[in-house]
């Protein structure tokens, strides 16, 4: 699973109301009926509504957290991979 926090664009501190607005902003923007014969649109959204759905509950982000600790300690190498990538993927859909 990608890091949804990183999906979204939010904070690991983000609160419920940042997440949803991040959340309604990327369905908005990807969403299929608004992107017919884009490909990737169909599984940005789709990324987007779980990142939502992990992060949204309290329960499943504490989860998530919790691994997502455990994988920096285990593998800080991928986890450094993942989040470089993180930050050059907004700059690389700006240009698009």
Same mark, same amino acid.
Request: charged share 35%; proline share 5%; hydrophobic share 35%.
């Given at each position: 699973?990608? =890091?949804? /926090?990183?999906?979204?664009? %939010?904070?690991?501190?983000?609160?419920?109301?940042?997440?949803?607005?991040? /959340?309604?902003?990327?369905?908005?923007?990807?969403?299929?009926?608004?992107? %017919?014969?884009?490909? =990737?649109?169909?599984?940005?959204?789709?990324?987007?509504?779980?990142?939502?759905?992990?992060?949204? =509950?309290?329960?499943?982000?504490? %989860? /998530?957290?919790?691994?997502?600790?455990?994988?920096?300690?285990?593998?800080?190498?991928?986890?450094?991979?993942?989040?470089?990538?993180?930050?050059?993927?907004?700059?690389?859909?700006?240009?698009?």
């Amino acid at each position: 699973m990608k =890091d949804p /926090y990183a999906i979204l664009g %939010v904070s690991l501190h983000a609160t419920p109301e940042e997440i949803k607005a991040a /959340y309604r902003k990327m369905a908005a923007i990807h969403h299929p009926d608004r992107n %017919v014969g884009k490909s =990737d649109a169909d599984l940005k959204f789709k990324e987007a509504k779980e990142a939502y759905e992990t992060l949204s =509950d309290a329960k499943r982000r504490r %989860v /998530y957290d919790d691994s997502r600790d455990k994988q920096i300690l285990s593998d800080p190498l991928t986890t450094g991979r993942e989040i470089w990538k993180s930050f050059l993927t907004p700059l690389t859909m700006e240009k698009s």
